[in-house]
């Protein structure tokens, strides 16, 4: 099983990045995915997940308008569309997959991948 995050870099406040997580080794169509991420010195928190049929999200309010999930199931790929990025976005964000619908607690998430590095800064 493999699940690849990028697309992680720096931009500026008010900038835009698009994550993607690339996937292998699992039956995608079957899971939801979920995006989560992490700063230094703070707990992991969830950010966004996409049933697996992709018509249905959810994302934490701090990022609703800004961030959008979505995925293809025909490319085993899930990105997250990341706009007027700020300075608290900055974090490692991972990707995961996960049997439940819609889940927001990482421990119900059965596979991860590693993170990229999204750093916010002027």
């Known amino acids: 099983v493999q699940l690849q995050a990028s697309g992680g870099g720096l931009v500026h406040p008010g900038g835009s990045l698009r994550l993607s997580c690339e996937t292998s080794?699992?039956?995608?169509?079957?899971?939801?995915i979920g995006w989560f991420r992490q700063a230094p010195g703070k707990e992991r928190e969830g950010v966004s997940c996409i049933s697996s049929s992709g018509k249905s999200t959810y994302s934490k309010d701090s990022v609703k308008g800004r961030f959008t999930i979505s995925r293809d199931n025909a490319k085993n790929s899930v990105y997250l569309q990341m706009n007027n990025l700020k300075p608290e976005d900055a974090a490692v964000y991972s990707c995961?997959?996960?049997?439940?619908?819609?889940?927001?607690?990482?421990?119900?998430?059965?596979?991860w991948g590693q993170g990229t590095q999204v750093t916010v800064s002027s």
């Open positions: 080794g699992f039956t995608f169509d079957d899971y939801d």
């Open positions: 995961a997959a996960t049997r439940l619908h819609l889940a927001t607690q990482a421990q119900t998430y059965s596979f």
